[in-house]
């Protein structure tokens, strides 16, 4: 078989599959679209951003052809998700022996374990301050989340420059920049611009092993060959706290680390970085772009999302979904996930008959009016389910965006659409 893989791809490239050739500027490719559109916001004109899997594909049944690991191994850079979410591809890659500069966006984000629901909503760090002042969800010195031109609010001062960096971080203790490397430095220009985490969870993506969501025989094992997951340092570490959540592989892991916003800002920051090393001529221009990016970010959340959800009593906060996807706007957002058709994360799973009667059960149970579909999967079930307990099927973007001329063309739409769909549907 990877004997056929290799033979196949060097044919495609024989062929003039080839997507660096085609462009005068360097070539990304992102795996799905959500990453390519925040990826788009970042390379400005510099940069031709390609999205591997097109908007409306379910990213879990996307299996590379020749012609896709062909563009991939002629890409310059090749932006992946991480935290299992690419498998197929990535030991696509590897059995053809190409060499392919691959950037885990979500290496520095802590990441959650599947089926964990709502069992850690209350643990973040803005839980107390939920209803009435959104001020503390994001910055503890900004009461008003203005975003002016000097970016004051958020924790800069008179000496920092345009993107937010000073000359030797002392707010932090730090005497240079050379001190913090890798996620160790994100993480303190993260908090330095004034932005916040909603919660530790099973670890950083880089330093944690997480077991396969759709394959479980070969699980991320071929991620350290990308120096991704360095899992061999961590091991089981994180097992306890998967155990606790019950019922789901032992170090399964969420992927869709999107649903929260800050999560996207980081992406922003490791995107930013990796475009600077290949491109550093338009480094200034990345750090800006990113910069102003991650503001946008911050004021969905603290200008839209939040002030949304404070039409939403939090017991009606209850979510039955198509498969286990809002496990982050979950934890982030004071939600509860009481009930998932397809039981994991991933959707190439097929629901049990025993599964589809617990959903009904719960929905029964809950007194629930809506529950929650996706545009990438079948609602066959869904239907079914909702002709059985009266309810609405409400239907939401989870892992890809919409047509570029939809309601959710873009990550910010996205996310503006969800939001309204679930409250909208919850408030009924």
Request: hydrophobic letters at 35%; charged letters at 30%.
């Given at each position: 078989m990877k004997v056929r893989i290799v033979a196949l791809v060097l044919l495609a490239l024989l062929l003039g599959v080839n997507v660096g050739a085609q462009s005068a500027q360097p070539v990304v490719i992102a795996s799905h679209s959500i990453l390519a559109d925040v990826a788009r916001n970042i390379a400005g004109d510099h940069l031709e951003v390609r999205t591997l899997i097109p908007a409306g594909s379910d990213p879990h049944h996307?299996?590379?052809?020749?012609?896709?690991?062909?563009?991939?191994?002629?890409?310059?850079?090749?932006?992946?998700?991480?935290?299992?979410?690419?498998?197929?591809?990535?030991?696509?890659?590897?059995?053809?022996?190409?060499?392919?500069?691959?950037?885990?966006?979500?290496?520095?984000?802590?990441?959650?374990?599947?089926?964990?629901?709502?069992?850690?909503?209350?643990?973040?760090?803005?839980?107390?301050?939920?209803?009435?002042?959104?001020?503390?969800?994001a910055h503890d010195d900004d009461d008003e989340h203005a975003h002016d031109e000097d970016h004051d609010d958020h924790g800069h001062d008179e000496d920092h420059d345009e993107h937010g960096h000073d000359e030797d971080h002392d707010e932090h203790g730090h005497d240079d920049d050379d001190e913090l490397t890798g996620c160790d430095a994100q993480d303190a220009e993260f908090h330095a611009l004034g932005f916040h985490s909603h919660g530790k969870f099973l670890g950083?993506?880089?330093?944690?092993?997480?077991?396969?969501?759709?394959?479980?025989?070969?699980?991320?094992?071929?991620?350290?060959?990308?120096?991704?997951?360095?899992?061999?340092?961590?091991?089981?570490?994180?097992?306890d706290h998967v155990d606790e959540h019950g019922?789901?592989?032992?170090?399964?892991?969420?992927?869709?680390?999107?649903?929260?916003?800050?999560?996207?800002?980081?992406?922003?920051l490791t995107i930013r970085d990796s475009f600077s090393e290949i491109d550093p001529d338009h480094a200034a221009d990345y750090h800006e772009a990113a910069l102003a990016y991650a503001m946008e970010l911050d004021a969905l959340?603290?200008?839209?999302?939040?002030?949304?959800?404070?039409?939403?009593?939090?017991?009606?906060?209850?979510?039955?979904?198509?498969?286990?996807?809002?496990?982050?706007?979950?934890?982030?957002?004071?939600?509860?996930?009481?009930?998932?058709?397809?039981?994991?994360?991933?959707?190439?799973v097929e629901p049990s008959a025993s599964d589809v009667a617990t959903v009904i059960d719960?929905?029964?149970?809950?007194?629930?009016?809506?529950?929650?579909?996706?545009?990438?999967?079948?609602?066959?079930?869904?239907?079914?389910?909702?002709?059985?307990?009266?309810?609405?099927?409400?239907?939401?973007?989870?892992?890809?965006?919409?047509?570029?001329?939809?309601?959710?063309?873009t990550y910010l739409d996205y996310m503006r659409y969800n939001f309204t769909t679930i409250v909208e549907a919850l408030s009924s």
């Open positions: 996307f299996v590379p052809t020749p012609s896709d690991l062909a563009a991939v191994a002629d890409a310059d850079l090749v932006l992946i998700n991480g935290v299992g979410y690419e498998e197929t591809l990535l030991e696509a890659i590897e059995n053809a022996g190409v060499d392919v500069n691959i950037v885990v966006a979500s290496a520095c984000i802590d990441i959650r374990p599947a089926s964990a629901h709502d069992e850690d909503h209350d643990d973040h760090e803005h839980e107390d301050d939920m209803h009435d002042d959104h001020d503390d969800h950083r993506a880089e330093d944690i092993e997480c077991a396969g969501h759709d394959h479980g025989d070969h699980g991320d094992e071929h991620e350290d060959d990308h120096g991704d997951e360095h899992e061999d340092d961590h091991g089981d570490e994180h097992d019922g789901h592989e032992e170090g399964a892991c969420d992927p869709h680390i999107w649903f929260d916003p800050q999560n996207v800002i980081r992406w922003a959340e603290s200008e839209f999302i939040w002030p949304l959800l404070e039409n939403l009593p939090e017991e009606k906060r209850l979510l039955v979904t198509a498969h286990d996807a809002l496990g982050y706007l979950a934890g982030t957002f004071h939600f509860e996930i009481v009930s998932t058709v397809i039981p994991g994360v991933s959707t190439v719960v929905i029964r149970e809950q007194g629930l009016t809506a529950i929650f579909g996706e545009s990438t999967t079948s609602d066959r079930i869904l239907q079914v389910i909702a002709a059985e307990t009266d309810v609405e099927i409400a239907p939401l973007y989870t892992d890809s965006l919409g047509q570029a001329d939809g309601p959710a063309g």
